[in-house]
């Protein structure tokens, strides 16, 4: 299973920033609330996790850098 951002809709505000920059377009807006595109990938860049000023996405994957 690919690992994707997980989203609490409860504290998504619909502002869209984390869609603007997801490189990949793993998140989609829908209505007033992100939800995850699953026709793609996630490249696990946590840039949506950074610019969500609400806390609606987590991503729940490590990055290992060796």
């Known amino acids: ?3 994707m951002p997980v989203i ?5 505000d619909g ?3 984390c869609v603007d920059v997801c490189h990949c377009h793993a998140l989609v807006l829908v209505g007033k609330i992100i939800s995850v ?3 793609q990938e ?3 860049c946590t840039e949506c996790e950074i610019v969500c000023i609400t806390g609606a996405l987590s991503c729940p994957f490590e990055i ?3």
């Open 1 to 3: 299973m690919i690992e």
């Open 8 to 12: 609490d809709p409860e504290k998504c």
């Open 15 to 17: 502002c869209g920033v």
């Open 64 to 66: 290992v850098i060796e």
């Open 37 to 39: 595109n699953t026709t």
């Open 42 to 44: 996630c490249d696990w």
